[in-house]
């Protein structure tokens, strides 16, 4: 049964975190070195205590120089503070859980009994036990009414699996406690892509489609399936990738402004464009849908397989490694102006962008021969290095010059702009937020069922059709058929990295 709701007080941070996954690649690689960095930055109170859940037997000191090593090799070197590291390494505690026996819990009560301390439950596990977790922790009376629980995306294989995963979720905790991470929303680029929009009215003027012409999403990925093959295979790019990162950044490029910055009020907006996102036809589903997947080529000097060559892989496997679209947002603000998303593995380059094409001027007086130019850009880097770039037309130096062109940048790039200030990783951003009890940067429940909606048609559009994913060799931008599908509008992929 779910427990009652109570009012949260958000400037509260201090909470007992309980990880299940401690001993995972998320937890050494992101959540320990970001829980660090915050009680580094004097971000964690001193009562904050975390527990470390996994299968494995190990004493807490073990547990302890496994965080600390991670800590070591994840945290730059600058970064490494003696002090700050010991003092964290001391807030760690490990329990051994196998996480589908009610017994074992009995744990997690113990080392919260008497904590006045709402507890944050991080599920840092396959979305499938989620349940097994949840009622477990309800069970052993773990749980109290202010506990929240934080699970990672994506959650499902489809609607239909999603929505069980969810109503399980949701046997526990109500949905105000619940906290579906998408680490994308965490980084600093998209919070700035908010300010951006809602707060110059240079933009929020020009914000259109009697303005933009259309806009681009890349999210490129130079890795391969890195021994994930018996996930990946299952999912594909599409649900890896689209379902969730893709489509939250094309909501909150194309959201109207929300009434305030309160998290239903923003949720509210990315739902309104998930709604009115165009579903494809069979027509459309040929001309504006390219599936790709990598064979051996050379990512980053060096030769690597294909994808049907990975170790363990299923040499008749179509799953798709790349996908590129275009796509509508069918309302008054959007009618008309085609989205192109892109993403795949093995690209050239780890990239994610956005890039707002405006429109020409309607009356253009020089050289014919840059006519070409003659169009403003925005691009929002998420990744590699974070920034924002304005590109703009100004006349060409020089007495020779005459009145000619050139294109350059107005250009925000974060590090160089607050040398003084680290840019937070995502995840210290949403860790942050989970224990002050706010929701804005987390996915409320019918985003991501509309979400998988819109993925759910055109997987079976592919799949009533059965072709096989296009061939790209790895190194590449994909499959050359995603280069014409632009190209047929008269427009090219935006690649000035």
Not at 50 to 79: C, T
Not at 440 to 467: K, M, N
Request: proline share 5%; net charge negative.
């Amino acid at each position: 049964m779910t427990r009652d709701t109570r009012s949260q007080n958000t400037d509260r941070l201090d909470v007992d975190l309980a990880l299940f996954g401690a001993l995972g690649d998320l937890a050494l690689r992101k959540l320990f070195p970001a829980l660090y960095q915050l009680d580094r930055e004097g971000l964690m109170p001193a009562d904050t205590r975390v527990l470390g859940l996994a299968r494995h037997e190990l004493a807490v000191s073990d547990f302890r120089d496994k965080v600390s090593a991670a800590l070591k090799k994840r945290v730059k070197p600058k970064e490494q503070d003696a002090e700050s590291m010991a003092r964290f390494l001391e807030r760690i505690d490990y329990a051994k859980v196998d996480f589908a026996q009610p017994d074992d819990y009995q744990a997690v009560r113990a080392w919260r009994e008497g904590s006045p301390r709402p507890m944050v439950v991080y599920l840092s596990v396959p979305a499938k036990i989620y349940g097994d977790i949840c009622r477990n922790l309800e069970a052993s009376d773990s749980l109290d009414d202010e506990s929240r629980v934080v699970v990672e995306k994506p959650i499902g294989y489809d609607l239909v699996s999603s929505q069980e995963i969810n109503d399980v979720i949701g046997e526990v905790f109500p949905e105000s406690r619940i906290y579906r991470i998408d680490h994308y929303l965490g980084k600093e680029t998209v919070q700035n892509l908010i300010a951006l929009r809602f707060a110059n009215p240079l933009f929020g003027t020009q914000w259109n489609q009697n303005h933009i012409s259309h806009v681009e999403i890349t999210v490129a990925e130079q890795v391969g399936i890195e021994g994930r093959w018996g996930y990946f295979d299952q999912a594909g790019q599409l649900r890896d990738m689209v379902q969730n990162h893709l489509l939250q950044l094309l909501c909150l490029t194309a959201m109207d402004p929300p009434s305030n910055l309160d998290a239903d009020s923003i949720r509210d907006e990315k739902v309104k464009v998930l709604k009115a996102l165009k579903p494809f036809t069979h027509e459309s589903l040929d001309r504006d849908v390219v599936r790709g997947q990598y064979t051996a080529g050379t990512s980053a000097g060096q030769a690597v397989p294909g994808y049907l060559e990975e170790e363990g892989a299923n040499t008749d496997s179509h799953t798709e490694t790349f996908v590129a679209m275009k796509t509508e947002v069918s309302n008054w603000r959007w009618a008309g102006v085609p989205f192109y998303l892109r993403t795949g593995k093995r690209l050239p380059d780890k990239l994610s962008q956005i890039v707002i094409h405006f429109r020409q001027q309607p009356h253009y007086i020089f050289d014919p021969d840059q006519r070409s130019l003659a169009a403003n850009k925005l691009v929002i880097r998420l990744q590699p290095e974070e920034g924002i770039a304005l590109q703009v037309l100004t006349k060409d130096a020089g007495l020779d010059k005459g009145m000619r062109l050139r294109t350059g940048p107005l250009h925000l790039d974060f590090n160089s702009a607050f040398p003084k200030t680290r840019i937070p990783d995502a995840y210290e951003r949403l860790l942050l937020e989970v224990m002050k009890g706010q929701q804005y940067l987390f996915v409320r429940r019918d985003e991501i069922e509309y979400a998988w909606r819109w993925c759910d048609q055109l997987i079976a559009g592919w799949e009533d059709r059965g072709t096989p994913p296009r061939r790209y060799p790895a190194g590449s931008w994909g499959p050359v058929a995603s280069i014409a599908m632009i190209t047929q509008d008269g427009r090219s992929w935006y690649e000035d990295y």
